[in-house]
């Protein structure tokens, strides 16, 4: 079983920046946590879940969706037990404001080419308020 747990959202004006984390982590021990990419999607109260950002699990690979590019960074850090991917969001404007799930996306399926389609695990999910 992988479980991701996000954390770091919070109220931020306009122009700020906040970083928000996932920590991947796997059991029974030892688990495998580089069978999966992860990715950053957002949800808006009455609007479908959509993609933001995608790291594959070695952080080779990045991908981001044109709302976010330039404004938002997405990074990998691992030791033998997690893996936390960050998305460091900068520039925010108001209608970044959405819940922020990170998921895990199996690399055998694909992984980032596929991650807005074929997550298998999600986080709780964190919320990310930008307004004056």
């Known amino acids: 079983q992988l479980q991701l747990v996000e954390s770091g959202g919070g109220l931020v004006q306009p122009g700020g920046s906040l970083r928000v984390s996932c920590v991947a982590s796997g059991y029974p021990l030892p688990y495998n946590l580089d069978l999966y990419d992860i990715g950053w999607f957002r949800q808006v109260p009455g609007k479908e879940r959509e993609g933001v950002s995608c790291i594959s699990i070695d952080g080779f690979a990045t991908t981001y969706e044109d709302s976010v590019k330039g404004r938002f960074a997405i990074s990998i850090s691992r030791d033998s037990a997690k893996r936390t991917v960050y998305l460091q969001m900068t520039s925010l404007r108001p209608d970044d404001t959405a819940v922020y799930y990170c998921?895990?996306?199996?690399?055998?399926?694909?992984?980032?080419?596929?991650?807005?389609?074929?997550?298998?695990?999600w986080g709780q999910g964190t919320q990310v308020t930008v307004r004056s």
């Open positions: 998921a895990a996306v199996p690399r055998a399926q694909g992984g980032c080419t596929f991650y807005k389609t074929r997550a298998q695990y």
